[in-house]
């Protein structure tokens, strides 16, 4: 046995049959790969299990889907071979001409401020010029909250890295991967490495597994991929586990993830199965061939646990060194053997042969000699076990990294991440990590599954909404998430630290300073006009972590930074962070944040209408989850200051505020002009709220004031933008102000989701009511008529704007795109009004374009367009979603105040 060989288990006639299929595979890829492409075109072989066995190859798939142990019927499902039906969409649509005359100024600043920071070799916080290309490869993220995260694509790649925070890598390493290796009376039968590529590096290993005899479950943040062997009678299910556990915070920031296989022996004789997994020491990062990296092999015995053997990935990286432990426990049955060390750019050979050899791997005890600059280095663990005829057998093995401490882009501060807590800061506790997940995971899999299951079991869910519910929330452990040990800075004399970071809120002691990005592409933490939207997944499921976040915010409000920095729309200078004004970001992680604040500088956001606003929604909306008076007290002054600068918008004094005539809220390319139903609704939404907030706290005074501001904001609100159907755009009286707008109606969101409108026979006082629920319902009609059912029949989601003659408004480029979280938003919102129906059908558009038609699953973009094209893949405000959850569990039923 030298080289390949995939023999069939049994017979002569199977042997032919089995190479027939492999020429016929061989010859159809390369010459049927275009009749292949026509025929699919149409066929979305992706989605819910009862999606696919409603197709036109169902009955394929329904024998494949036979295979595999406890693989649930809810979830994302997609077989290895399957083409999306479309492929070739590209990032950032050119503006139109009508739009671009808007935008000329803006692109001729930014691309001289790129030029010069890439002359100080320094990344854009948003780089338009080097977009992320679309793959359609990748799933369910390894890992827990903001300790890095790497993901493992639907057809069994290792193919993005987050493991430095706040920065992304997409560099596949092909030697990360599992191979089975399946032998019978004393001989290797079967050896094939479990990926369907075929990459120019390590040519001896056995490649090309043939994706139509697997399939891809995800059901985050577990994922099952399911291998039945051509001609061996043996199937292999690998479950893959990560510790995302709702109300928990400490084994949730556990950066580790477990994989269960199953072996299951369809056959007459009794095989010997032997599983391996390679890994290269990697980070994702420009560190991997700088040399100085080493392995050495490990082994841990603990009182209580199985004892564990393995590999470590010594990989220093000058800055945050990390080590990688690939672990297997020692449990009965089951022999554990390892490979220190090989090369994963050369041909392979000696590790495949070995494994070839007896199914078990031989390597020196001894650690590795450091690398030299260019050198690439890998390791490997292996189980193996007989597995006799008709029986199951599974295999654990644990991947966990530990990179304790980290800095970001401006070095000055070194922070420790959440974990170190229980697991020390010292870089040695990557085999702890490895036993802890080992030992835990089946009560990290049973609280799962108690978590999940009265959703999976609601039989008034569509199948494709619980799927996207759960696996949009990938973007809580891969979207770039901190999660960070924060420490008492009163009495230290750091005076370059901004006032707001001089003293730390207990709350923040007890439970972390917490961030993710706006995007994988706009690299700003806890974007805070997004967050709105987002914030609901962690309201829902870790209420601590979206506190933590609210007091870094509310801590820099009373404050202000001088220091300059350029504005791109206007062409000029302003400052950092303005008093009294609510922070666009809490910074770039390639520079300093929270220290530097405002990475943004597309706009002076100062000035923005909803970001004052959106902070005294969340407040209340965060009191309404927790009741804590105490949040709330610390949180009045704050919200009085901000929204008595917002009372300076008000510009001809009628009590609503006015917008400038810049894009100057969340749609920063959307030009308003005005009193706008969307910076007006969250006017009066914020105005409602205060009067709410001084009313629990005894402020009457002040109760009386905003409850009087609120009346009068409401009167010119509907003298200004009511046209009898719904909310006009703005009031400008330009050609685009009566257009429809999908996202108009946020404030009446926010209101009802707080317990703030009243609900059917229920009576409140008259003149706390905002808006008129006839208004209210007859304009999420108008918008659900037009922007949803009259753009692509409501397959597409809801298209930002829309003229009153059914055709898009092509003012903007955001007003003729489509952005998932705020369909989300709107579909939560029609919910809540009782249009049940609709607002599934509205999200049913973003999930029929990302999980169905495009292939942006686990890396939901902010928008896409009718034509192909997306923008900034990978975006937080698609979580969004929750809010559909928090409707549909009826949370907004609640009272918080006998008003």
């Not at 609601?458 to 998430?481: C, H, I, R, V």
Request: aromatic content about 14%.
């Amino acid at each position: 046995i030298t080289h390949v060989h995939n023999w069939p288990a049994e017979s002569g006639s199977a042997v032919f049959l089995s190479k027939c299929s492999r020429l016929f595979s061989f010859l159809s890829t390369v010459y049927g790969d275009k009749a292949r492409t026509t025929r699919r075109r149409n066929r979305p072989r992706m989605g819910t299990r009862q999606e696919l066995l409603s197709g036109p190859e169902a009955r394929k798939l329904e024998k494949l889907f036979q295979y595999g142990a406890g693989v649930p019927d809810k979830g994302w499902r997609i077989p290895l071979d399957h083409e999306f039906p479309r492929r070739n969409i590209r990032p950032n649509a050119r503006p139109r001409l009508k739009q671009f005359k808007d935008l000329y100024p803006l692109f001729y600043r930014y691309f001289f401020w790129w030029i010069r920071k890439k002359r100080e070799n320094k990344r854009p916080f948003i780089d338009t010029l080097n977009p992320i290309q679309l793959q359609q490869i990748y799933g369910v993220p390894l890992g827990g909250l903001g300790c890095g995260s790497i993901c493992r694509g639907w057809k069994g790649d290792f193919c993005r890295w987050a493991l430095l925070p706040g920065i992304y890598s997409y560099d596949i390493k092909v030697a990360n991967q599992f191979t089975v290796c399946i032998r019978r009376r004393g001989q290797t039968t079967y050896q094939q490495v479990l990926s369907t590529r075929h990459p120019s590096c390590l040519t001896e290993w056995n490649w090309g597994y043939s994706p139509s005899h697997a399939y891809y479950h995800a059901l985050y943040p577990r994922a099952w991929t399911v291998y039945e062997m051509p001609g061996q009678n043996v199937t292999l299910t690998c479950r893959q586990v990560s510790p995302v556990l709702p109300h928990e915070y400490k084994d949730s920031s556990i950066p580790a993830a477990v994989f269960v296989w199953t072996a299951e022996n369809h056959g007459k004789e009794e095989v010997d199965i032997s599983l391996m997994f390679t890994f290269q020491n990697s980070i994702g990062a420009e560190s991997d061939l700088l040399g100085g990296h080493w392995n050495e092999p490990f082994s841990l015995n603990e009182e209580g646990v199985d004892p564990i053997s393995g590999i470590l990935l010594h990989h220093q990286r000058k800055t945050m060194p990390c080590t990688i432990a690939l672990g297997i426990p020692h449990k009965e049955g089951i022999r554990v053997t390892g490979c220190t060390s090989f090369n994963p750019a050369g041909s392979g050979k000696d590790i495949w042969r070995d494994l070839m050899y007896d199914g078990e791997l031989g390597s020196p005890e001894a650690p590795t000699g450091k690398t030299v600059k260019g050198e690439a280095l890998a390791g490997a663990v292996c189980a193996s076990f007989k597995l006799p005829s008709g029986a199951k057998q599974e295999a654990e093995f644990v991947l966990s990294w530990d990179m304790p401490v980290v800095r970001f882009g401006g070095s000055s501060r070194t922070y420790k991440r959440w974990y170190t807590r229980w697991f020390g800061a010292e870089g040695t506790a990557a085999p702890k990590l490895a036993a802890y997940a080992l030992s835990h995971y089946p009560e990290w899999e049973r609280t799962i599954e108690e978590w999940q299951r009265p959703v999976l079991d609601n039989q008034s869910y569509p199948d494709w909404y619980k799927s996207a519910l759960f696996n949009e929330l990938y973007y809580m452990s891969d979207g770039g998430t901190i999660w960070l040990v924060a420490e008492d800075s009163e009495g230290h004399a750091e005076n370059s630290l901004p006032p707001w970071l001089r003293e730390t809120p207990a709350h923040i002691l007890e439970y972390g300073r917490f961030g993710y990005l706006e995007g994988h592409e706009y690299r700003m933490y806890n974007t805070y006009d997004v967050h709105h939207y987002g914030s609901f997944a962690l309201a829902m499921l870790w209420p601590q972590l979206e506190f933590s976040i609210q007091y870094d915010y509310a801590l820099t409000i009373l404050e202000e930074d001088r220091s300059w920095q350029p504005e791109l729309w206007y062409g000029r200078w302003m400052h950092r962070k303005a008093i009294n004004a609510v922070p666009h970001d809490l910074g770039d992680p390639c520079d300093e944040p929270f220290v530097h604040v405002n990475a943004y500088v597309v706009h002076d956001t100062s000035d923005w209408r909803d970001l004052n606003l959106k902070f005294v929604l969340q407040v209340f909306r965060d009191y309404f989850i927790g009741r804590d008076k105490d949040f709330l007290a610390f949180m009045w002054p704050r919200a009085q200051a901000v929204m008595t600068k917002a009372l300076t918008w008000d510009t001809d004094h009628d009590g609503m505020i006015d917008n400038s005539g810049t894009a100057d809220q969340t749609y920063d390319a959307w030009i308003v002009t005005g009193a706008s139903a969307y910076c007006g609704g969250l006017w009066l939404a914020a105005l409602r709220c205060m009067v709410e907030i001084a009313n629990i706290l005894g402020k009457d005074e002040e109760e009386q004031h905003y409850l009087a501001v609120m009346q009068k904001a409401k009167a010119a609100y509907e003298d200004k933008l009511w046209n009898g159907e719904y909310y006009n755009y703005d009031c400008s009286g330009r050609s685009y102000s009566n257009s429809i707008m999908a996202g108009a109606g946020s404030g009446h969101w926010y209101l009802r989701a707080c317990g703030l409108v009243p609900e059917d026979n229920e009576v409140m006082d008259s003149d706390r009511e905002v808006l008129p629920l006839d208004h209210v319902l007859s304009s999420l009609r108008k918008v659900y008529n037009f922007n949803v059912m009259q753009f692509h029949q409501g397959t597409m989601g809801a298209v930002n704007g829309m003229r009153p003659n059914g055709k898009k408004d092509l003012t903007s480029m955001q007003s003729e795109e489509v952005w998932t979280g705020i369909t989300y938003a709107l579909a939560a919102s029609m919910i809540q009004e009782g249009m049940v129906d609709e607002g599934f059908q509205t999200a049913y558009g973003v999930y029929n374009m990302c999980y169905r038609q495009c292939g942006f699953v686990f890396q939901t973009p902010e928008s896409y367009l009718e034509r192909d094209f997306y923008r900034s893949l990978g975006y937080m405000r698609a979580l969004a979603i929750w809010a559909m959850q928090w409707a549909l569990e009826g949370r907004h039923r609640s009272r918080v105040s006998s008003s």
